[in-house]
T-cell receptor, first 118, second 114 residues
Framework: AQTVTQSQPEMSVQEAETVTLSCTYD???????LFWYKQPPSRQMILVIR??????QNATENRFSVNFQKAAKSFSLKISDSQLGDAAMYFC???????????????FGKGTHLIIQP | GAVVSQHPSRVICKSGTSVKIECRSL??????MFWYRQFPKQSLMLMAT?????????EQGVEKDKFLINHASLTLSTLTVTSAHPEDSSFYIC??????????FGPGTRLLVL
């Protein structure tokens, strides 16, 4: 079974600064997908970024980028120019590849509560 | 695009009663829908995987007779919590996907069992 570990229960950053959220995972699969989801107080899960394990290039979405280290099984999220609206719980998630027999659910880490200081 | 709705958003029920939660993909046909549970200040835990027209697959430790899942069409899955008890109080979230690609989440349903 896969496991996802987020070792930072809470992080705080000044507005406009950069912050990095850590995530490590354990798997015996060679192909898989990794995600970062944001859950604001409304509790709606919002996809921030995704990474396919077979791609060496790190995914980027505007101010959000990842540092994917496959050998180290590490998948950190960097948020640049932090904004007040970035305040939320951030969950790292793992998913096995689609096998044709059906899609797999996501395995989530415990989350990191990101606080943005004005 | 890729909007998933849930109904109701919040429900309060008496212990021993059953509650049905609906999950709909509004603008796409979902080959698979998932049900997650989230306790306060905790992460999401996968409860079951639901493919249209077939029986749901439950995660270890999830009672299939208590959490009945029906996936009658490519746009609708329902979760029924039978004989609900206070310990079933939680936040239930569904997600939907097409052929295993990105999962799109519903807004969640807060269940409180008195």
């Amino acid at each position: 079974a896969q496991t996802v570990t987020q070792s930072q229960p809470e992080m705080s950053v000044q507005e406009a600064e950069t912050v990095t959220l850590s995530c490590t995972y354990d798997t015996s699969e060679s192909d898989y997908y990794l995600f970062w989801y944001k859950q604001p107080p409304s509790r709606q899960m919002i996809l921030v970024i995704r990474q396919e394990a077979y791609k060496q290039q790190n995914a980027t979405e505007n101010r959000f980028s990842v540092n994917f280290q496959k050998a180290a099984k590490s998948f950190s999220l960097k948020i640049s120019d932090s904004q007040l609206g970035d305040a939320a719980m951030y969950f790292c998630a793992y998913r096995s590849p689609y096998s044709g027999g059906g899609a797999d659910g996501l395995t989530f880490g415990k989350g990191t509560h990101l606080i943005i200081q004005p | 695009g890729a909007v998933v709705s849930q109904h109701p958003s919040r429900v309060i029920c008496k212990s021993g009663t059953s509650v049905k939660i609906e999950c709909r993909s509004l603008d796409f046909q979902a080959t698979t829908m998932f049900w997650y549970r989230q306790f306060p200040k905790q992460s999401l835990m996968l409860m079951a995987t639901s493919n249209e027209g077939s029986k749901a697959t439950y995660e270890q430790g999830v009672e299939k007779d208590k959490f009945l899942i029906n996936h009658a069409s490519l746009t609708l899955s329902t979760l029924t919590v039978t004989s609900a008890h206070p310990e079933d109080s939680s936040f239930y979230i569904c997600s939907a996907t097409v052929l295993g690609e990105t999962q799109y989440f519903g807004p969640g349903t807060r269940l409180l069992v008195l």
